[in-house]
């Protein structure tokens, strides 16, 4: 039986400062953390992804 994640929440994020953009899945449309320069940002979208997706790919919890 898969693990139930509950929902999840595909969040895109692009910061300003350095210019970096990137994607990830989280259980909410929280704050990451910018792979380059460590910089927390907001994501500017955030998408729902129904749970037989969300079940394929590694969630951040
Ligand atoms: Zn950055």
């Known amino acids: ?6 929902e999840a929440f595909l969040n895109f994020y ?4 350095c210019g970096t953009r990137w ?3 989280w259980s909410c449309g929280c704050d990451d953390k910018c792979p380059k320069c460590g910089g927390e ?3 500017y979208l ?3 992804v129904p749970d037989i997706e969300a079940e394929m790919v590694n969630i951040h919890s």
């Open 23 to 25: 994607a990830d899945l």
């Open 41 to 43: 940002i907001e994501p």
């Open 1 to 6: 039986m898969a693990v139930d994640y509950g």
């Open 14 to 17: 692009k910061h300003e400062e």
């Open 46 to 48: 955030s998408l729902a």
